[in-house]
C-alpha cells in the first residue's frame, strides 16, 4: 500500500453523517455508509473512481499496456484472479500468497498457494460470490492490476468475514468496507474440463523431472495416465472379485501434496498426523460390474485400472477431472464426507461435457464454486488443501495383497 488507510476518518465521517441524517427516516444504514464512504475516498484516495452507481470506487494501480479497450465479457466463464483483501486501515484479511500468509503467521503446509480460479455466473443472483466482488471481477479490465473500495453491504454485510485456515489471521468484522486490492485476471477459461485435460496432457508429456516424459499414446483413456514406476511380477494379477490394498500419496500437478493414508509421508510434509487422518489401506474389489458401493475418494479413481494392477505395484495416475471430481468443489476438510469409506460414488456422476450445457445449466452447477475456502469444523484444527472444481490430480501407488488372500 502506498498509504495508511485510516478507518479513523470514515468512522468520523459516517458519525457526521448519522448526526446529520438522524431526523431524515429516508436515509437507512447502507446509503449513511455509503455516503461516508464517499468522503473517506475524497480524503484518503483522490484518484479513485466510480465503479457506475453502485458505490464502489477503483483506482487502476498498473495499466500494464492493454488500455482500457481490452475490456472482456467474463460472464459464464471462469478466471484465474489474484486479489489481497484489506480493510480501510490497509490490515490484510485473506491473500492467498504463500509469503503473504509467512508474514500474517497464517502459513499451514495443508494450504495450497496458488491463484484462484471462480466460475462467473451469467447474474450476480446465480453466484455465491458477494455483489461488490461480483462487480469488481466483471467490469475489470484484463490485465489491468485495481484496488477497490467496496461498501459492506455489497461485502460480507453484518456478518463480517471469517478467519479461512492457511489465508488468513484474522476475522473481519461486520458492517466493515471491504478493500479489494491488487485485484488483476490473469487468465480467462471457456472450458475448464478442456484446460484441464490440455494442462495434464502437458504434464506427462513434459521430460522428467518436470514431467514423466510420456506421450498421448501412453495413456489407458483420454485423461488418464498410468506410469509403472516398479512392477514385480506381472503374472501376479488381482484375481475377478478379489481385493488389494492400496497406499497413496495424492498430488496436484506443481507437486504440492494434497494427501495421503501414509502417516510417515504425513509426517515428513505435514510435520504431524492428526486424529481423523486416514491412515489405513484402502481396501478395493476387481468387480466384473461397475461399482457403486465403496467407492469413495480416493478409491473412485483406482477402480478405473484395477483389472491393469498387479500386486506389489508401484504406480503413478495421473487422471482429468473426469475421472476425479470433475466440477465438483472438494472443502478443506478431512470430516467431508467424500473422504469416507462410507460414501457412494457413481462412475459418470456427471455424464457429459462440459460444452454440452446452456448458460442458464452452468449457472445453476458452478455457480457457488466457492470464492473463498470455507471454515474447516471446530474439530478439524488444521485443513487439508481444497480442491477446486476442474482439478487434475496425480496419486502415486503401491499396490499390497491382502494377508487372507
Known amino acids: 500500500m502506498k498509504r495508511i488507510l485510516c478507518t479513523v476518518m470514515f468512522g468520523a465521517a459516517f458519525a457526521v453523517l448519522v448526526a446529520a441524517c438522524a431526523k431524515t427516516e429516508s436515509v437507512n444504514q447502507n446509503e449513511l455508509e455509503t455516503q461516508a464512504l464517499a468522503v473517506w475516498i475524497k480524503n ?45 486501515e490497509g490490515d490484510i484479511y485473506y491473500s492467498r500468497d504463500e509469503n503473504t500468509a509467512r508474514l500474517l503467521g497464517a502459513y499451514t503446509p495443508y494450504a495450497h498457494y496458488i491463484t484462484n480460479r471462480l466460475y462467473i455466473a451469467t447474474k450476480s443472483s446465480a453466484t455465491n460470490i458477494p455483489v461488490g466482488l461480483y462487480e469488481a471481477m466483471t467490469n475489470i479490465v484484463p490485465g489491468q492490476m485495481w484496488r477497490l473500495y467496496i461498501p459492506s453491504h455489497l461485502a460480507f454485510g453484518s456478518s463480517g468475514f471469517g478467519i479461512v485456515p492457511g489465508f488468513g489471521s484474522k476475522a473481519m468484522p461486520g458492517n466493515a468496507p471491504v478493500v479489494l486490492d491488487s485485484l488483476m485476471i490473469s487468465d480467462i477459461i471457456d472450458n475448464p474440463m478442456q484446460k484441464a485435460t490440455e494442462d495434464l496432457a502437458a504434464f506427462v508429456s513434459a521430460p522428467e523431472p518436470e ?32 481385493n488389494a ?134 474439530s478439524v484444527t488444521t485443513p487439508i488443501a481444497e480442491v477446486k472444481p476442474y482439478t487434475p490430480l496425480v496419486y502415486e501407488i503401491y499396490v499390497v495383497r491382502p494377508d487372507n488372500q
Open 44 to 88: 484518503n484516495a483522490p484518484n479513485a473512481q466510480k465503479l457506475g452507481d453502485s458505490g464502489i470506487y477503483y483506482e487502476v494501480l498498473d495499466d500494464n499496456g492493454v488500455g482500457s479497450s481490452a475490456k472482456v465479457d467474463v460472464k459464464g466463464k471462469w478466471i484465474d484472479v489474484d486479489y489481497v483483501m484489506r480493510d480501510l
Open 211 to 242: 514431467g514423466w516424459g510420456i506421450g498421448p499414446g501412453d495413456s489407458i483413456m483420454k485423461g488418464y495416465y498410468m506410469y509403472i514406476i516398479r512392477r514385480v511380477n506381472d503374472k501376479d494379477t488381482i484375481p475377478m472379485n478379489q
Open 245 to 378: 490394498y492400496v497406499y497413496y500419496k495424492v498430488r496436484f500437478l506443481d507437486g504440492t501434496l494434497l494427501y495421503s493414508n501414509v502417516d510417515t509421508v504425513l509426517n515428513n510434509n505435514f510435520g504431524s498426523v492428526r486424529s481423523g487422518d486416514l491412515t489405513s489401506p484402502i481396501s478395493i474389489t476387481r468387480m466384473s460390474t461397475t461399482p457403486y458401493n465403496g467407492n469413495q475418494m480416493p478409491a473412485k479413481v483406482f477402480y478405473k485400472v484395477i483389472d491393469r494392477l498387479c500386486y506389489g505395484d508401484m504406480v503413478r495416475l495421473a487422471v482429468s477431472p473426469e475421472y476425479a471430481y470433475y466440477w465438483k468443489f472438494m472443502e478443506p476438510n478431512m470430516d467431508d464426507t467424500q473422504w469416507q469409506s462410507s460414501t457412494n460414488f457413481i462412475f459418470n456422476d456427471l455424464g457429459v461435457d462440459y460444452s454440452e450445457y446452456t448458460a442458464d445449466a452452468k449457472d445453476s452447477n458452478f455457480g457457488y464454486a466457492s470464492f473463498y475456502t470455507p471454515s474447516t469444523s471446530s
